[in-house]
């Protein structure tokens, strides 16, 4: 299966667990991998296709800056699900979304979840 992977998208969102989060929030990041077969999008030179690029992430822009939920979790399973709304022909989707600066204690870069989902889990 072909892939388009789109890499550190970031937008600013009101999600968590801790009232901080929410009231102040906090930048998040994003990485999309989309599987389907581009074969046919690269022999006819023809976006129809493929996916544009540009509607990702809107989809995503629109999950992660809209309606606050508490984890993070919850963002990659709404990602997953429009992608596979949006993109028909889209076969499996790993979204991975980062938290940057969570509100813990101690010295790390990030903390991420990824989940990994087939089309078939949503028909």
Do not use: W
Not at 13 to 27: A, D, M
Not at 62 to 79: F, M, Y
């Amino acid at each position: 299966m072909d892939c388009i992977r789109m890499k550190e998208m970031e937008f600013y969102g009101y999600h968590g667990v801790f009232p901080e989060e929410t009231k102040l929030g906090q930048r998040f990041r994003m990485n999309v991998t989309l599987q389907l077969s581009l074969q046919k999008a690269g022999k006819l030179d023809d976006l129809q296709y493929s996916v544009n690029y540009g509607d990702v992430y809107n989809l995503c822009k629109e999950v992660v800056e809209g309606t606050p939920v508490k984890l993070v979790e919850t963002l990659a399973e709404r990602t997953t699900a429009v992608i596979f709304q949006q993109f028909t022909h889209v076969q499996a989707v790993t979204v991975e979304v980062i938290k940057p600066d969570p509100p813990i204690p101690g010295h790390y870069k990030e903390v991420s979840v990824e989940v990994t989902r087939e089309r078939t889990a949503y028909e």
